[in-house]
């Protein structure tokens, strides 16, 4: 049986998780491919790069909260 045989339109919602959930137990039982840590590098890279101003949390929601008033 190949997987293009797999009747999956006859399989339950919770089947289908279950399904799933088994696939990736095993796809990532050896841990993440090593090109993730490159990405990863990568976009750390280019936030701390970035030209934009941040801002806490807590100035963030006050200026939201004193917008409404």
């Known amino acids: 049986m190949s997987i293009?045989?797999?009747p999956f339109e006859e399989f339950t919602k919770a089947?289908?998780?279950?399904?799933?959930?088994?696939?990736w137990d095993e796809l990532s039982e050896d841990g993440?491919?090593?090109?993730?840590?490159?990405?990863?590098?990568?976009?750390?890279e280019e936030w701390e790069r970035r030209d934009e101003v941040s801002e806490d949390w807590d100035t963030a929601r006050a200026k939201l909260g004193?917008?409404?008033k």
Do not use: F, Q, T
Request: proline residues 7%; hydrophobic residues 50%.
């Open 4 to 6: 293009a045989d797999i």
């Open 15 to 23: 089947d289908k998780i279950a399904l799933m959930e088994k696939l």
């Open 32 to 44: 993440p491919p090593a090109w993730h840590a490159d990405v990863l590098a990568s976009r750390a």
């Open 66 to 68: 004193s917008r409404g």
